[in-house]
C-alpha cells in the first residue's frame, strides 16, 4: 500500500497529470495569453506616461541608428527560425526542431547586442546620464539635460529635433540658435531654456528600451528550457504545446518592439 504521506517527486510531477491533452493545451495556452496581457497593460502604461510627458515641454526626439534598424530585421529572424522549429517538432523531426531553437537563440543574442549598441551610439549623441563624483567619494548620477545632445556631434534635423507640445521648435543652422514654434520671424532665441530642459525624451527611451530586454530575457530562459525539453524528448511531436506557448510569447516580444520602434521613432 502506497504512503499518501510521501510527498510526490517535484521534478517529475505534472499539474496537467490525468488532464485531457485538449484541455492541457487550452489552459497553458491561456496562461500565455494572460501574461502577454499583462505585459501590454505594462507597456500601455509607459507609452501613456510618454505621451503625457511630451505635452508642453521641450522633448528631444531622435532618429533610429542603423543598430536599431539591424534589431528589428534580427528580431525577425528569430521568429522565422523559431516557427521553423515548430513546424519542424510537429512533423517529427527532432534535430531540425533543435537547430531551429538554436538559431532563435543566437538571432536573440544578436538581437541584444544590436540594441547595447544601439543605446551607445545615442549614447554618444548626448542621451544618458553623467556620472560625477560626490564630496563624500560615492559616484552621482544625473540624467543628461537637452544641452547635452545639442553640444554632441549630432545633426539637427537629421539625427535629432526638438519639438514642444508636438510642435517642432526653430533652429538657426548659422546662428546656432533655437526659437519658439511660433516665432517665425525667429525674433527672440530661446537656445539657453531649451538646453536647461532635462531630456526626458531620452529618459522614456531607456527605460522602454531596457524594459523591453528584461522581458525577453524571460524568453531566453524559456527558449533554453524548451531546448533542453526537446533533447530529453519531453517535447515531442504529439506534445508541442510547451514550444507552441513559447511562440506566443516570443513573437509578441518581437511585434511589442516593432511596436515600441515606430512610436519612439516615428510616431512620438
Do not use: C
Not at 499518501?4 to 499539474?15: E, F, L, M
Not at 525674433?187 to 522614456?204: F, K, L, M
Amino acid at each position: 500500500m502506497t504512503d499518501q504521506t510521501t510527498p510526490r517527486n517535484s521534478a517529475s510531477y505534472d499539474v496537467f497529470e490525468g488532464v485531457e491533452p485538449a484541455v492541457r493545451e487550452r489552459t497553458k495556452k491561456m496562461l500565455m495569453y494572460f501574461i502577454v496581457f499583462a505585459v501590454v497593460m505594462l507597456f500601455a502604461g509607459f507609452t501613456s506616461a510618454y505621451i503625457v510627458s511630451n505635452m508642453g515641454q521641450y522633448w528631444v526626439n531622435v532618429a533610429p541608428t542603423s543598430a536599431f534598424w539591424m534589431s528589428n530585421v534580427l528580431l525577425v529572424l528569430s521568429s522565422v527560425s523559431l516557427w521553423w522549429s515548430v513546424r519542424s517538432m510537429r512533423s517529427g523531426s527532432k534535430q531540425s526542431a533543435l537547430i531551429g531553437l538554436v538559431v532563435t537563440f543566437v538571432l536573440g543574442l544578436g538581437f541584444t547586442f544590436s540594441q547595447a549598441q544601439g543605446w551607445e551610439d545615442l549614447s554618444r549623441m548626448g542621451l544618458g546620464w553623467t556620472t560625477t563624483d560626490h564630496e563624500s567619494g560615492m559616484k552621482a548620477y544625473r540624467w543628461n539635460s537637452i544641452e547635452s545632445v545639442i553640444e554632441s556631434e549630432a545633426v539637427y534635423g537629421d539625427d535629432y529635433t526638438i519639438t514642444r507640445g508636438g510642435e517642432p521648435v526653430l533652429f538657426d543652422a548659422a546662428k546656432k540658435e533655437f526659437y519658439a514654434p511660433n516665432d517665425l520671424l525667429m525674433v527672440r532665441p530661446i537656445s539657453r531654456e531649451v538646453a536647461r530642459t532635462s531630456n526626458s525624451g531620452g529618459g522614456y527611451l531607456w527605460i522602454l528600451i531596457a524594459v523591453h530586454i528584461l522581458h525577453l530575457t524571460f524568453g531566453f530562459v524559456y527558449l533554453v528550457i524548451s531546448g533542453i525539453r526537446v533533447g530529453q524528448g519531453v517535447i515531442h511531436s504529439k506534445d508541442v504545446v510547451r514550444l507552441e506557448t513559447l511562440s506566443i510569447y516570443w513573437h509578441f516580444m518581437g511585434a511589442l518592439w516593432l511596436y515600441l520602434f515606430a512610436f519612439l521613432f516615428f510616431i512620438y
